[in-house]
């Protein structure tokens, strides 16, 4: 399956669902496409559904370079971002959100259950 994305937008909140194989050129690409996005604001928060993305297994590299490019941006996010993976890719969403959690001021959180992602999103203050 080739990478493939939808990016919805609604107030404050940007969803964006991936699906296909992840790699690190394609994610760098769509994440400078959604911090330019001239609606996107400091206080809009962020939900990644990765339940139908599919990383190579031995990927930890992809991941930090992924990571390292939302680091170029971060400082247009002050609220949240939360990711929703399967199971089989949990351990590569943990990674790659340690990672940011590690460099930037980012509020991020993995999660298996979309409805809990959401409230995350949601909830005030939830990030510092």
């Known amino acids: 399956m080739q990478f493939d994305y939808k990016f919805m937008r609604s107030g404050g909140h940007v969803r964006i669902a991936i699906s296909g194989k992840i ?65 089989s890719t949990l351990f590569y969403a943990e990674i790659f959100s340690a990672h940011v959690r590690a460099v930037t001021n980012v509020g991020i959180k ?5 409805a809990a992602a959401e409230a995350f999103c949601m909830a005030p203050n939830n990030g510092a």
Not at 110 to 114: A, H, S, Y
């Open 23 to 87: 790699t690190s050129h394609e994610c760098q690409g769509l994440i400078e496409r959604v911090m330019c996005d001239p609606h996107l604001h400091p206080n809009s928060t962020a939900l990644i559904d990765l339940r139908d993305a599919t990383y190579e297994r031995e990927a930890k590299a992809e991941v930090i370079d992924i990571a390292t490019a939302l680091e170029t941006f971060h400082f247009l996010l002050k609220n949240n971002i939360a990711i929703v993976a399967m199971r």
């Open 110 to 114: 993995v999660f298996v259950d979309i």
